[in-house]
């Protein structure tokens, strides 16, 4: 008997992956009496779907999973990163184009910070790169008011405590000072919340500016202003298709590199560790780089199609650059004497190159 492939999944990471909210979210929506399955309201987020069900949030049907979009968002100051505002501010949700659809962000910034945000539709992977597992760092460029000591960057570097939340090491270096501010780029992996004001207040800076330039390999770059750029898929693949492909949380496990092309089988009649014909006319034979091919024309029409080493190619030149079928025989004599023509009487095998019998004592 043919069992068949089990396709279902939890509803809180199939909301997850529509871009309603994070799993954790989607709990809370579950607690709340949020979230109905063909007219039923959960009470469990343990509920499977296979997503040809009727699945509602707040009443609106949510559409099953789009394929994984990544964006990158010029946030300016004075917008608030949430979906809704209880004070009625203006959001970031409100501010970006309508036509990109239902969108969460990664991590957020205060009212007050600008810069680089990452938006998704995907609430796993949302949940997977604001996690200091992933190991990414964001970059900031912070304006403060006063000055600091090289006492207070150890500290930064070290890992503060403020108010009893411990903040891990940070990469502090100090860009310029102008005036009364000074500017320095920060870099951080945990991303809590306030983290760098709240660190440079504890050494005695109150920060005026904020800008997040980059987020892992993503970078602010050269966004306007209230701009948003979808990541190219392939991008989006080579950086997080491991966390994708995954839907769960990243175990903070290094991630294996691809392995290196194998190596050719070796041909009838190659002993063991003997290098193939025609290898050191391609280079050290690194994986994945590719040889330099031998121009059919330096060959005679009987040695066509058969590779020739680097030695046996500049021996088959005559002393005009053509090629000849063999190399010159060298000359031959007794041990000890120097026949006519030899490198100590006169030019070097006819070569045109000068020489003559070395001076005593070594080289010239």
Sequence with gaps: ??????????????LARAGVASRREVERMIEGGRVKVDGKTLDTPAFKVTGTEMIEVDGKRV??????KLWRYHKPDGLVTTHADPEGRETVFDAIPKDIGRVISIGRLDLTSEGLLLLTNDGALARALELPSTGWTRRYRARAFGSISESALKILRAGVTVEGIKYGPMEVEVERETGSNIWLEIGIREGKNREVRKALDAVGLRVNRLIRIAYGPFQLGQLEKGEIKSVPSRVLHDQCGH?????????GQAIAKPRAPSRPPR??????GQRPAGRAMGGPGQPGRPKREIDDSLLEPTQKG???DAKSTRARRDKDGKPTAKPA????GP??????GSRNDGPRGGSGRPGGPRKPGGRS
């Design 1 to 14: 008997m043919t069992g068949t492939a089990d396709t279902s999944e939890r509803i809180a990471k199939f």
């Design 267 to 272: 041909k009838p009649g190659q002993k063991p």
């Design 335 to 340: 041990k000890g004497s120097a026949p006519k």
């Design 243 to 251: 966390l994708i492909e995954m839907g769960e949380t990243p175990t």
């Design 329 to 332: 025989p060298r000359p031959s």
């Design 63 to 68: 559409e099953p999973p789009a394929a994984t």
């Design 306 to 308: 058969r590779p020739l």
